[in-house]
């Protein structure tokens, strides 16, 4: 029996082993960009580990990166990020000369499929979902990107937020680490600047509210997507529920301000700067001053 289970220890730590040489050479040849040799080591590892998550996940990178290629063009108004202006014969502006992300969908959707397995078989593992939600974002494929990040949150009410990285490893402070992460991805969606996506990001807030009901960030997230399109109640409201939550985030209170600044109702948004004052700091109590002052004259 002492045999037994000594082949079987001898034969799992050779098989993790196998496993983790895999990984080293696959990210090797990915530092190196050697593609030809990526593929290799990743058929040659299925064919000995189909199931090894760190297989799903490298299949996954090796495809993205295949998928991503920078499209040089030129366009009539300055893009995100470096450009080069064009300038006309009277050394004006004619255009500008920028790069800009394109992925090969047969080859991105290629990546996806494998994710997607793998987050089958590993459910809890989070670098996974957040592997997919980071690349649907580079793909500025927002409905996606949005759904996967619906479906991270309700699994986190299955798993009692009991996450899973790298190499399995688990991931403490899950709860917290899950929630600030997705703030992250709030911000993505937020610096669009696309009204169109303000629908997502109050989708986003509502089905993190449903679990975790005392998320002030989502209750903030969930007013700005009303304050931004002029419905003042709506945005004010999520935001006094969070306030009871807790009565000195002077975040909270800055934007109550605002909120009722906006809607009009400037006595009640002089009350708010006022708490401003009595809990920030020097430039949040600096900034409060200023905004009362605009609001008596």
Not at 91 to 103: H, M
Not at 133 to 140: D, H, K, S, V
Not at 263 to 278: H, N, P
Request: with cysteine; glycine share 6%.
């Amino acid at each position: 029996m002492n045999h037994l289970v000594n082949l079987l220890v001898v034969l799992l730590i050779s098989t993790t082993a196998y496993g983790q040489e895999y990984k080293s050479d696959f990210e090797k040849y990915c530092q190196e960009g050697d593609t030809v040799k990526q593929i290799e080591v990743l058929k040659k590892w299925e064919s000995e580990e189909p199931n090894n998550p760190e297989l799903y996940t490298s299949y996954f990178n090796y495809y993205f990166q295949k998928s991503r290629q920078d499209i040089v063009s030129m366009m009539m108004e300055a893009p995100q990020g470096n450009s080069l202006a064009i300038q006309d014969s009277t050394g004006k502006t004619a255009g500008y000369i920028g790069s800009d992300l394109y992925f090969d969908p047969e080859t991105f959707k290629k990546g996806l499929d494998k994710i997607d397995k793998g987050i089958e078989l590993y459910p809890n593992r989070l670098d996974m979902r957040f592997g997919k939600i980071y690349a649907l974002g580079q793909a500025r494929d927002w409905s996606s990107f949005t759904d996967e990040i619906l479906r991270t949150i309700q699994y986190s009410n299955e798993n009692d937020n009991q996450w899973t990285w790298t190499n399995n490893e688990k991931k403490e402070n899950g709860k917290d680490f899950l929630l600030s992460s997705i703030q992250t991805y709030q911000l993505n969606l937020y610096n669009t600047g696309s009204d169109d996506l303000l629908i997502n990001m109050r989708t986003i807030a509502q089905e993190i509210l449903m679990y975790y009901p005392n998320h002030i960030e989502s209750l903030s997230n969930l007013s700005i997507t009303y304050l931004l399109t002029g419905e003042y109640d709506k945005g004010i409201a999520p935001l006094l529920k969070a306030e009871k939550i807790d009565p000195e985030d002077i975040i909270v209170l800055a934007n109550i301000a605002h909120g009722y600044s906006l809607k009009g109702d400037s006595a009640t948004a002089i009350e708010y700067y006022r708490k401003v004052i009595q809990y920030g700091d020097e430039s949040t109590k600096a900034h409060a001053k200023q905004q009362i002052e605009e609001l008596e004259k």
